[in-house]
Nanobody
């Protein structure tokens, strides 16, 4: 069982930055691939970024590529999402998730086994 707790969301002006954190319980964090998804009101959950268990490979949605960076610290059981150049269309609830297929870059939410409760990110224009 893995429990995930996100933090770092908030209100920011367009062009600003935020760093989301996701703290995971359990000593097997380093075996899981980790991902970030987001969901805006009235829209489906959308893939944002993923990182394999080693941290050596990452994959991003086209909409955030070049602006967002996913990273992980396996010693601290934490995954991060650094968000720069934020736009109003980035406004959403951001969810952290974990997948047991640790060596895969996964963009399908159905491949993730555990989810956090989400953190709100609001970008004003």
């Amino acid at each position: 069982q893995v429990q995930l707790v996100e933090s770092g969301g908030g209100l920011v002006q367009a062009g600003g930055s935020l760093r989301l954190s996701c703290a995971a319980s359990g000593r097997i964090f380093s075996t899981y691939a980790m991902g970030w998804f987001r969901q805006a009101p009235g829209k489906a959950r959308e893939f944002v970024a993923t990182v394999v268990r080693s941290g050596g490979s990452t994959y991003y949605a086209d909409s955030v590529k070049g602006r967002f960076t996913i990273s992980r610290d396996n010693a601290e059981n934490t995954v991060y999402l650094q968000m720069n150049g934020l736009k109003p269309e980035d406004t959403a609830v951001y969810y952290c998730c974990a997948a047991s297929w640790g060596s895969s870059l996964l963009s399908n939410p159905n491949h993730y086994n555990y989810w956090g409760q989400g953190t709100q990110v609001t970008v004003s224009s």
